[in-house]
Nanobody
Framework: QVQLVESGGGLVQAGGSLRLSCAASGRIFSINAMAWYRQAPGKQREWLAGITAVGSTNYADSVKGRFTISRVNAKNTVYLQMNSLKPEDTAVYYC????????????????WGQGTQVTVSS
């Protein structure tokens, strides 16, 4: 019953910026790490950035210095600020939540959003 919904994607010119958000909904008790991935057509899904429940972050080399991941735990929401976008950033962007425990207090499990399209034009 947990859902992750991404938003904020769209069309942007090279060098521009977008801010993606992903809100987890449901009777959530806790979420461990959250992360962003992307997948271009015909390509494997690529991990981009992750953030722990206490705010520690790490990034893929391809986006380091350009993208910033953040989260607001009280809203069960993770963000991805994307600056200096390049055409090669074009992909569907997905959020991920690891070890999500619901109010039913079952075992923690992983959830994925359905993705939001980001297109960077030259």
């Amino acid at each position: 019953q947990v859902q992750l919904v991404e938003s904020g994607g769209g069309l942007v010119q090279a060098g521009g910026s977008l801010r993606l958000s992903c809100a987890a909904s449901g009777r959530i008790f806790s979420i461990n790490a959250m992360a962003w991935y992307r997948q271009a057509p015909g390509k494997q899904r690529e991990w981009l950035a992750g953030i722990t429940a206490v705010g520690s972050t790490n990034y893929a080399d391809s986006v380091k210095g350009r993208f910033t991941i953040s989260r607001v735990n009280a809203k069960n929401t993770v963000y991805l600020q994307m600056n200096s976008l390049k055409p090669e950033d074009t992909a569907v962007y997905y959020c991920n939540a690891d070890r999500v425990v619901t109010m039913a207090l079952g075992p923690g499990r992983e959830y994925w959003g359905q993705g939001t399209q980001v297109t960077v034009s030259s």
